[in-house]
C-alpha cells in the first residue's frame, strides 16, 4: 500500500519512500519506532555499534553489531550474518535509541552475536524479492501435506530466508504437534533447510495484519508489542454488554482495547456503593437498571409499586449510600422520589420530546420510524362497477319485480342485470333462440305484475309499436330493462 510520501514510477508501483523506512501513514513497515536523531542528520559523539534491523516489513527484528566500515545508517538495506547464510533486512533504529529499545526487550549486549555484513547490492534484492514470491505457493503446499498426514496445526505464514537456503514454518496448534515426519516430507518437497516455530492466536494476526472493527489496522500489528491477558471483567466493568462476536477480534479471541480504558473505569468505580442493587422504601423496593459511571449516577425503578410502575429515578452516589446505610439498620424512608436530587425524574423512557443525559459520540444520524398511517378506503360512486349497483326504481315497482315470490311461495330469485354489455353480446343475444325465449318469459312475468296503462305500453313496445311522442330507435335492446313503466 502507497503512502503520502511514496514516489510512484510509469507504471503506478509505489518506488518507496526515503524517510529512513517511516513513512507517514506507517503501513509500509510493521511496529515502527522513529528514528528521531536521524532524521535530524545530526553528529552523535557517543556512537554506539549495535543496529536494529527488521526483517519482512517487521515481522520480525532483530539486533546485530554494525561495523563502522560498512557506513550504513538508518533506512539502508543491508546483509547480515544468520545461523544458516546469511539474510536481507532494512536497519530501522540506530544510534542511542537502540540501546534504549534493547533495554525494554530485556536483551543484554552480551547475546548480541552476530554482525552486519555490507550494504545490499542489486543482486541480493533481486534474490530477496524472489523468496518472497515463493513464500505463498510454500504455504499452500505445505498446508496440504500437513492436512494429508492428519497434524492437528494450522500454518499461518511462511518466511524465506534472504539467500533460499532457510524456509520458517510459522503455525498455531492447541497442543503439543508431533511435526518430526512433516518436517521430512517439507525438506522433501521444498529442498531447504525447514525450521518450525509455534505461535499463539494473537501473534499470528500481528504477522498477518488486517483491519479491525475500527476502521483501522490492527494494534498488535503495527505498534502493540506486548499482548496482556484480557477476560470479560474489563468488559463487565465498563458495562459494555457481552457478545462474543462484537468482544473478539480478528485473532478470535478478547480484544486487545478491551484493556485501554478500564484504569479509567476502575478509578471511577471507587465512588459507588457497593451492594446497592435493591434499595427498599415504605413504597416498595428500588431495583438497580443502570449505572451511568462518568455522571456518578444510578437509576432505579420500582418492584412491587403499580402506580409508580415504569417510573425511573436517578439517585446520586451520595444518596444510594445514605439509603443502604438505613436499610442495614432496618430504617426505610419514604418515597425516593421526592428525596432524589441527583437527576430529573424520567418518566417515559420512549417520550421524543425527552433529552437525554448523553452525547452522540458515532457521529450517525439516526432516524427513528415513524407510524404508518392507514389508507382510506375511496367512497364508492355511482359509476363504480365494484360492488352491487344501486336500484334507482320506485319503491313500488322494486317491491313488485324485484322481491315478488312466485305462485308456489317460494321466494323469487334476483335477477342480476348485465352491466357494460356490448353490441357484439346483444347480437349473439338475438342469434340465440334459446336466450330470446327465456327473455320472453321474463318480460311477460313483469308485464302482469304492472298496471293496465303501464302494461299497455309493454306491450306496445314488444309489438313494436310506440306512442307517438316517442321516437322508434333503430336497434332495440332487448336487455334493458323498463324503467318507470316505459319500454
Known amino acids: 500500500m502507497g503512502c503520502s510520501s511514496c514516489s510512484v514510477d510509469s507504471n503506478g508501483t509505489p518506488r518507496g519512500c526515503g524517510d529512513k523506512g517511516h513513512c507517514s501513514s506507517g503501513s509500509c513497515n510493521k511496529h515502527n519506532t522513529y528514528d528521531w536523531i536521524a532524521a535530524k542528520d545530526m553528529f552523535d559523539p557517543s556512537a554506539y555499534n549495535i543496529v536494529e534491523v527488521s526483517f519482512k516489513k517487521g515481522s520480525h527484528k532483530d539486533f546485530f553489531i554494525n561495523d563502522p566500515m560498512t557506513r550504513s545508517i538508518t533506512g539502508d538495506m543491508v546483509v547480515v550474518e544468520t545461523a544458516s547464510g546469511y539474510d536481507v533486512g532494512r536497519i530501522s533504529l540506530s544510534g542511542e535509541l537502540v540501546r534504549m529499545q534493547m533495554k525494554k526487550k530485556y536483551t543484554s549486549e552480551d547475546r548480541v552475536a552476530y554482525k552486519v555484513i555490507r550494504k545490499a547490492n542489486d543482486r541480493d534484492l533481486e534474490k530477496l524479492e524472489e523468496a518472497r514470491m515463493l513464500e505463498k505457493e ?15 496445526m494450522k500454518l499461518g505464514d511462511v518466511e524465506f ?13 492447541e497442543g503439543r504437534v508431533d511435526f518430526r515426519e512433516l518436517v521430512k516430507e517439507y ?31 490492527l494494534c498488535c500489528s503495527t505498534w502493540l508489542s506486548d499482548f496482556k491477558s484480557v477476560n470479560t471483567a474489563a468488559a463487565r466493568y465498563q458495562n459494555i454488554a457481552i457478545n462474543q462476536s462484537k468482544l473478539s477480534g480478528q485473532c478470535g479471541r478478547l480484544k486487545c482495547c478491551l484493556n485501554y480504558e478500564l484504569d479509567t473505569y476502575l478509578d471511577a468505580l471507587e465512588d459507588f456503593p457497593e451492594d446497592a ?62 428525596e432524589a436530587t441527583a437527576g ?17 459520540v458515532t457521529g450517525q ?19 363504480d362497477t365494484r360492488g352491487p349497483r344501486p336500484d334507482n326504481r320506485p319503491e313500488q315497482q322494486r317491491n313488485q319485480t324485484g322481491n315478488a315470490p312466485r305462485e308456489g311461495g317460494q321466494p323469487r330469485p334476483e335477477h342480476k342485470p348485465k352491466e357494460n354489455a356490448g353490441p357484439d353480446q346483444n347480437r349473439r343475444n338475438m342469434q340465440n333462440p334459446a336466450v330470446e325465449k327465456k327473455e320472453g318469459d321474463q318480460m311477460s312475468n313483469i308485464n302482469k305484475n304492472l298496471p293496465s296503462d303501464q302494461q299497455k305500453q309493454a306491450d306496445g313496445a314488444q309489438d313494436g309499436k310506440l306512442p307517438a311522442n316517442k321516437k322508434k330507435k333503430k336497434f332495440f335492446n332487448k336487455n334493458r330493462k323498463p324503467k318507470d313503466g316505459q319500454g
Open 344 to 360: 430529573p425524574v424520567i418518566t417515559d423512557p420512549d417520550d421524543e420530546n425527552m433529552e437525554h443525559g448523553y452525547e452522540d
Open 187 to 217: 525438506a522433501k518437497e521444498f529442498k531447504v533447510k525447514i525450521e518450525m516455530r509455534q505461535i499463539g492466536a494473537r501473534q499470528e494476526s500481528a504477522r498477518i495484519g488486517g483491519i479491525g472493527s475500527c476502521g483501522r489496522e
Open 138 to 152: 510454500t504455504m499452500v503446499k505445505a498446508r496440504v501435506i500437513s492436512r494429508t498426514m492428519g497434524l492437528d
Open 161 to 173: 530466508q534472504g539467500d533460499k537456503k532457510k524456509a520458517t514454518f510459522y503455525y498455531t496448534a
Open 365 to 383: 444520524i439516526e432516524l427513528r420510524n415513524e407510524p404508518r398511517k392507514k389508507k382510506k378506503k375511496p367512497q364508492r360512486r355511482d359509476g
Open 277 to 338: 442493587d435493591v434499595l427498599k422504601t415504605k413504597a416498595g423496593s428500588l431495583v438497580l437498571i443502570k449505572t451511568d459511571i462518568f455522571k456518578g449516577l444510578l437509576y432505579y425503578v420500582y418492584e412491587n409499586n403499580d402506580k409508580m410502575r415504569g417510573t425511573i429515578l436517578a439517585v446520586s452516589t451520595t444518596r444510594a449510600k445514605e439509603v443502604r446505610a438505613m436499610n442495614k439498620k432496618g430504617v426505610f424512608p419514604s418515597e425516593l422520589a421526592a
